[in-house]
């Protein structure tokens, strides 16, 4: 059958073989398939979907397409995590030095901003000088030196994802659960952690909108999982608005030095907390005491401390201001009365790439000084004239009032109050 036939099988709803679904795999690593035809079968799979079958097989062709670093028989204490992506969503800075703050080290293969979101990678590298390239024995140093490891995918690891996802980026095709598994799973068993914790977003500016496409998510990525051998939950958290006040790359890191020191926004440090609490009891840890030994590290400085020691390991300066700052602040104001009800988190991130938090073609850069900050939440009474949020403005070239607009229509304002959706759904059982 050639490529073509296969394209044309799974646009028809057909399901694939295993073999169809390697050959795939391996045109993307090795280059042999067009990126038109990879593009095609992306769509393809995005809208007809694939069975648990082919979802398996696939996230196992693209793990045994590259090097696995196999890091739990080196550190089997180290523990990973992963988010499925929202906005405001500054987890990952923070979870890295806080539970290097409580002796527990903890390795990341993390990824690049991914259509609406803003990207791990892309955050640190705001950070003058911090480098994200390193490979296995890199990574080991880094956690005997500090605890703590973010590093970016190599070429050997699942080569077929790189080129995926860049992909998907590009064409629409980041929200397909098969997609989004084949891809998260890939680099976590590749990487290889004996432990676990999964965020899966849920709401307006996450990938999958509504509890039961997050629950669908949590579980299948839990699944594969746990029957690789690793100690892994999922936790269901909400993503109605943004997690945190700020999306771009330069003032996401400031916002997680705020947390870092003890300050900085509720929510944030809250889905952290919640986050880092399940990592610890599936290392062993009680929980009531896995929480306060958490707490007590935000408040006494021993994670500011752990910041400090993980940056400088990465080759990063640590000092905030040498951080990137806008060339200029717009206000986005509210135009008339009542309460804010809604926000469209896919606008906002959408709005933050435009103005230089992500990238609109695969060879864009990113401007680390623009962002978006939002200054209202959920629920929040709203007069007319008030800030509803920032425009950051860095260096790349934008249309300033159609961005503006945007933003202003990604809020809605009603008399009643609205019901608050919860900040953390829990583990898909509590859902």
């Not at 050997?156 to 629409?172: E, F, K, S, V």
């Not at 896995?290 to 640590?318: I, Q, T």
């Not at 961005?403 to 959706?421: G, N, S, Y």
Request: charged fraction near 25%; aromatic fraction near 4%; proline fraction near 6%.
């Amino acid at each position: 059958m050639t490529f073509p036939e296969i394209i044309g099988k799974k646009r028809d709803g057909e399901s694939l073989t295993r073999e169809e679904i390697a050959r795939f795999v391996r045109g993307a690593g090795n280059g042999g398939l067009a990126g038109e035809q990879l593009a095609a079968l992306l769509m393809a799979i995005c809208i007809r979907g694939m069975t648990a079958e082919e979802t398996a097989w696939l996230t196992e062709e693209m793990l045994q397409s590259g090097e696995m670093w196999h890091l739990a028989d080196a550190v089997p204490e180290a523990v990973d995590k992963h988010s499925t992506g929202g906005i405001g969503d500054t987890v990952s800075l923070i979870f890295a030095p806080l539970m290097a703050a409580v002796g527990v080290p903890i390795a990341m293969m993390a990824g690049r901003g991914l259509g609406h979101s803003q990207g791990t990678l892309d955050k640190l590298e705001a950070i003058p000088g911090f480098r994200v390239g390193w490979d296995r024995g890199g990574m080991l140093d880094l956690l005997e030196r500090c605890g703590a490891a973010v590093v970016a995918q190599t070429d050997d690891i699942a080569p077929a994802d790189r080129t995926l996802y860049a992909l998907r980026d590009i064409t629409a095709t980041v929200p397909s659960l098969p997609l989004i598994v084949g891809s998260i799973m890939s680099k976590k068993l590749a990487l290889g952690a004996g432990t676990l914790s999964l965020d899966v977003k849920c709401g307006s500016g996450a990938f999958r909108k509504t509890l039961p496409e997050a629950k669908e998510l949590a579980e299948a990525l839990r699944s594969v999982a746990r029957s690789a051998g690793v100690a892994c939950e999922a936790v269901i958290t909400e993503m109605d608005q943004p997690l945190g006040p700020a999306l771009g790359t330069a003032c996401e890191v400031r916002q997680a030095i705020e947390i870092i020191e003890g300050r900085g926004s509720a929510p944030l440090r809250e889905v952290t907390l919640r986050l880092a609490e399940e990592a610890l009891v599936l290392r062993g840890r009680d929980r009531t005491s896995a929480r306060a030994d958490l707490e007590k590290a935000l408040d006494d400085g021993s994670a500011a401390v752990a910041w400090e020691a993980f940056v400088r390991a990465h080759c990063g300066n640590p000092d905030p201001d040498l951080l990137a700052r806008p060339r200029r602040v717009v206000d986005v104001l509210a135009e008339g009365p009542g309460r804010l009800t809604a926000v469209d988190g896919e606008d906002l991130g959408r709005a933050a790439v435009e103005v230089g938090a992500g990238r609109r073609r695969l060879d864009e850069v990113i401007d680390y000084g623009g962002g978006i900050e939002v200054l209202v939440r959920l629920g929040d009474p709203i007069e007319p004239g008030q800030p509803l949020a920032r425009v950051l403005l860095g260096e790349r070239p934008v249309d300033e009032p159609a961005v503006i607009d945007k933003v202003r229509e990604a809020f809605t304002l009603a008399h009643d109050a609205p019901e608050q959706p919860p900040l953390v759904y829990g583990t898909p059982e509590l859902t």
